[in-house]
């Protein structure tokens, strides 16, 4: 049963594996045999045909049987120690270099049949093969098909080999965890036989194969499978149901000068039904830039308060959190309690409020994610709503849910919309609520594109819209190399500007301290400038309703997402919003694609699946360093279908399976973050 702890071991247990070769290989993120088995062979050398010393071409890499003749081991420096070896045919020298006389009679011995594998050379008119690849007594050790593997400098391709062979001859047959119905869709091949035929040449590359889509699958139902659990887990909590009626929307419809837009009614209910519930709520709210997520937040965070319950709202800066908290103020009833926490509050204000929030005396607090973590204690915490996160990991969501104790809901909102797979893949753990329709007095963003020799043009319609009291963003080019570049021609556009509309620029970029950046940002906010000059992408989700254009040099350095994210900055307000996307000449086709692909649409949902199409989802916005679950075999794009059936599978599994007993080789192989341990 547990046979697959073999895969386990250190790789120090394989024969022919000292602590230097494991030393290696664990600096390649390969720590175990099952590591091993996923690094797939990349191209071979066939040594299996066998030929005469007169059918021998220069170049090749051939394989011969040969009679060791005679030894020349000259005693100068540099000459290399040489052995003379013929078959009917012919004579050819074996040539070693850095190889010792005994190391070489012993495995060259005299008058002995052996068979040699390397490449041909030709030198002074005799055939000769310098250092060969293999040399052994036994043909049939050298005379096959040998894989080579990447990553693997520092290890012989014929040691390689050897330990991937060694682990393949003694791969546990591993009882069957798919089920029968989804298996007969690969063919019904096993976990082990899809291994060996990973790790056959004849199959490299073959993608769309039963046996590697097998393993794709494998590996997406343990991930799926693990949130599963943490899901399961979550939901087993049973809490205080929140009662609440719907006065407070009726309250806050007079506040607010417009109505919810359909899918923020529907996510609202999702919500509603969750709180209202016995079962703790785990929920992410994704939707786009501008699609009213914060409404909904603080409709359900009143409904929580109205239940007897105190709210905190966690902002990733300072200046969301005021936002949100001012927003509250405005369309709160007055006899709700509610106080911000920043970094400038005075000691003495922030220990009353902290004091406040023990003793019941605070409805909801608002505040950045840092100060949430650090300082602060309820004595009735109902509701955890955390806005713009998409940086959190599964461990520290989990962590988050636990801290708020038993009767605590989470919500987490998220301003980055990403192709369905991924969210399958990032947030599997949560319940999904989505904002895919905008506010309809939103107008869609106008995008042109410019080629940067006309930069005429685009000062004589920004001077227009400062004109109008509109402000500016301008987004300097985004010089992958070299950070400090970035900010030289952030700089120097800045000059540029300030010559143009003096005292009426900022800058800020990724050099200056984040509470100088904020310090401009409020100063932008509060129209102080009209232009603001930046590198580094505005904060997200900051509100800044007069800022109607943003013009983005070198568009064609960001991805679609990015760009898409960029232009969301504008077209919070009424008026018609404009972004101007410019770029040098000569674009490539990828980078035209995006930019007609960004005046075409403004459905970040739609723009993020073409970007995942166009870049591949590993490099998507963000996602690279959000601790995003790496697949060794699986990709979003490719293996789209094995997502979908994985997801209905585990809907399967939920209500058919109470033990999952019969997951846990896989579970243990795959899952070797241990995220769950004790599941079975
Ligand atoms: P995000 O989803 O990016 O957090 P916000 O909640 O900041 O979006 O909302 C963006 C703007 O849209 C705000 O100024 C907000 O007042 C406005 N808004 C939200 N919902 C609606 C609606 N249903 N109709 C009109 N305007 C709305
Ligand atoms: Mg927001």
Redesign the pocket.
């Known amino acids: 049963m547990d046979n697959y702890k073999y895969l386990l071991q250190d790789l120090t247990k394989l024969k022919g594996v000292g602590n230097k070769t494991a030393t290696i290989l664990k600096r390649k993120k390969i720590n175990n045999l099952f590591d091993l088995l996923f690094r797939l062979p990349q191209s071979y050398t066939d040594r299996t045909q066998k030929l005469k010393v007169n059918e021998l071409q220069v170049g090749k890499i051939s394989t011969i049987n040969v009679v060791v003749k005679k030894y020349s081991f000259p005693r100068i420096r540099n000459l290399p120690n040489k052995v003379i070896c013929e078959d009917e045919t012919g004579t050819i020298d074996c040539v070693f270099f850095n190889s010792y006389e005994g190391y070489i009679r012993k495995i060259l011995p005299l008058n002995k049949e052996v068979t040699i594998s390397g490449k041909i050379n030709y030198f002074k008119k005799r055939y000769q093969i310098t250092n060969p690849n293999y040399v052994s007594k036994e043909s049939s050790l050298i005379e096959k098909i040998h894989n080579k593997y990447s990553l693997t400098e520092g290890i012989s391709e014929k040691v390689y080999n050897k330990i991937i062979n060694q682990i393949l001859e003694n791969l546990p047959n591993l009882s069957e965890w798919l089920n029968p119905v989804i298996l007969n869709k690969f063919e019904n091949i096993s976990w082990r036989d899809s291994i060996i035929k990973l790790h056959d040449p004849k199959n490299i590359g073959n993608f769309k194969s039963n046996f590697y889509r097998r393993l794709v699958f494998d590996e997406i139902l343990t991930s799926f499978l693990v949130f599963s659990e943490i899901r399961k887990s979550i939901k087993k909590i049973k809490k205080k149901n929140k009662k609440f009626t719907n006065k407070n929307i009726l309250a806050i419809k007079k506040k607010?000068?417009?109505?919810?837009?359909n899918d923020?009614k529907k996510v609202l209910n999702e919500i509603n039904y969750d709180l209202a519930s016995q079962s703790k709520m785990f929920r992410i709210l994704q939707?786009?830039?501008?699609?009213?997520?914060?409404?909904?937040?603080l409709i359900s965070a009143l409904n929580v308060i109205e239940s007897g319950y105190q709210v905190a709202f966690m902002a990733p800066t300072e200046i969301l959190s005021n936002?949100h908290y001012l927003?509250a103020k405005k369309i709160f009833p007055k006899k709700v309690k509610i106080d911000l926490i920043t970094s400038k509050t005075a000691l003495k204000n922030k220990k009353k409020i902290q004091q406040k929030t023990e003793n019941s005396n605070l409805d909801m607090f608002f505040g950045t994610h840092s100060l949430f973590q650090k300082n602060m204690n309820f004595s009735n915490l109902g509701y955890i709503i955390i806005?713009?996160q998409h940086k959190f990991g599964v461990k520290q969501r989990k962590a988050l849910s636990d801290k708020g104790g038993i009767n605590c809901d989470v919500l987490l909102?998220s301003?980055t919309p990403i192709p369905r797979t991924l969210t399958m893949t990032i947030y599997g753990d949560m319940d999904l609520s989505i904002?895919r329709e905008?506010?309809?007095?939103?107008k869609e963003v106008k995008t042109y594109s410019k080629i940067d020799t006309k930069i005429n043009d685009v000062i004589k319609f920004v001077k227009k819209e400062m004109q109008s009291e509109n402000q500016i963003f301008w987004v300097c080019p985004l010089i992958e190399e070299s950070k400090k570049i970035d900010h030289q021609s952030a700089i120097k556009k800045y000059e540029f500007l300030n010559r143009i509309f003096p005292d009426e620029v900022a800058i800020i970029h990724g050099n200056i301290k984040s509470n100088e950046k904020e310090k401009v940002l409020k100063k932008f906010l509060e129209k102080k400038y009209k232009i603001l000059v930046s590198t580094t992408i505005i904060e997200v989700?900051i509100?800044f309703?007069n800022a109607n254009v943003i013009v983005i040099e070198n568009a064609n350095k960001f991805g679609l997402s990015q760009l898409h994210q960029l232009r969301?900055r504008v077209g919070?307000?009424e008026k018609q919003a404009t972004c101007i996307l410019m770029f040098k000449s000569n674009l490539s086709e990828n980078a035209k694609i995006r930019i007609n692909t960004l005046k075409q649409s403004n459905d970040g949902f739609y723009i993020s699946e073409e970007d995942m199409k166009l870049r591949g989802f590993g490099d998507l916005l963000g996602f690279k360093q959000s601790g995003i679950k790496n697949f060794r075999l699986a990709d979003p794009i490719h293996n789209q279908d094995l997502f979908i059936l994985a997801e209905k599978e585990i809907k399967r599994i939920e209500n058919e399976e109470k033990k999952l007993i019969k997951y846990k080789p896989l579970i243990k192989l795959y899952d070797q973050a241990e995220i769950i341990n004790d599941l079975v």
């Open positions: 607010i000068a417009f109505d919810l837009t923020q939707g786009d830039v501008g699609s009213g997520k914060t409404i909904v937040a936002q927003l806005d713009e909102m301003a904002i905008k506010p309809n007095i939103r989700g509100d309703p969301g919070r307000g």
